[in-house]
């Protein structure tokens, strides 16, 4: 069989490279390198407008990843902005989770990654904690800068995040808001403080979410078991 089609979703900001300093729409070459790592073909999908377009996006798709990014607009779940809830993209919001219907619609394969785990909770009706040192007392989970924390998480026994990465796991994290309410979902890892790292899906579709960022680190668990799942999704 063909090497599955992975849509990974995108930022659109302004951006420098070579001469130019421009909107652009962009992603980390972690992204695609671990999609490629894992047997898969990465496909960018920067945000569009157009009706129907999100429908017609995941129709030629094998699976989705909802990739990091900037804050949720607290609006989106029915909350007034923290003080360090900043950035937000409503067009990338309506984007994304047009996209996460459109999944849902035909069983599509989905892994969230750090906002997008985020974003899947909203989609399904939940709320986030907007910046995390308030919960937990300090800032591990987000160093500052450009830099990655550096956390241990315990998965739940059974789960099928413990089946690709094992009952724990060294992780890197660049967050400071995280998923309060997750409704449909069942967390399925958690750091020391009790921050929640993951969540997934009941039943047998791949709908995962890890609020670490495994393609800095190549885990290629993870993103195996994606692209196996996208397999699955395509032959059927």
Do not use: K, N
Not at 151 to 180: D, K, W
Not at 197 to 226: F, K, N
Request: charged share 20%.
């Amino acid at each position: 069989m063909d090497a599955p089609l992975i849509g990974l979703t995108t930022y659109r900001q302004r951006a420098a490279w070579g001469v130019w300093d421009a909107r652009a729409d962009l992603l980390p070459t972690e992204y695609a390198a671990s999609v490629e790592a894992a047997g898969g073909v990465p496909l960018l999908l920067p945000p569009v407008a157009a009706p129907g377009a999100a429908t017609r996006v995941v129709a030629r798709i094998d699976a989705l990843v909802v990739s990091g990014g900037a804050d949720v607009d607290p609006a989106a779940y029915g909350a007034e902005p923290h003080p360090e809830t900043a950035a937000w993209q409503p067009d990338r919001d309506e984007w994304e989770l047009s996209l996460l219907t459109a999944a849902a619609e035909v069983g599509l394969p989905v892994l969230g990654i750090c906002r997008g785990m985020q974003l899947m909770a909203v989609h399904a009706g939940g709320t986030l904690d907007q910046h995390t040192p308030d919960l937990v007392g300090h800032a591990q989970h987000s160093p500052g800068g450009d830099a990655y924390g550096s956390i241990e998480v315990r998965t739940a026994e059974g789960s099928r995040l413990a089946g690709l990465v094992g009952a724990t796991a060294e992780v890197s994290c660049h967050h400071h808001q995280s998923v309060a309410t997750h409704p449909g979902f069942t967390a399925v890892a958690r750091a020391e403080d009790g921050t929640l790292e993951a969540m997934e899906a009941t039943g047998d579709r791949y709908c995962l979410a890890v609020q670490w960022h495994p393609e800095t680190r190549l885990e290629i668990g993870l993103m195996a078991g994606l692209v196996a799942a996208a397999r699955e999704h395509a032959a059927s």
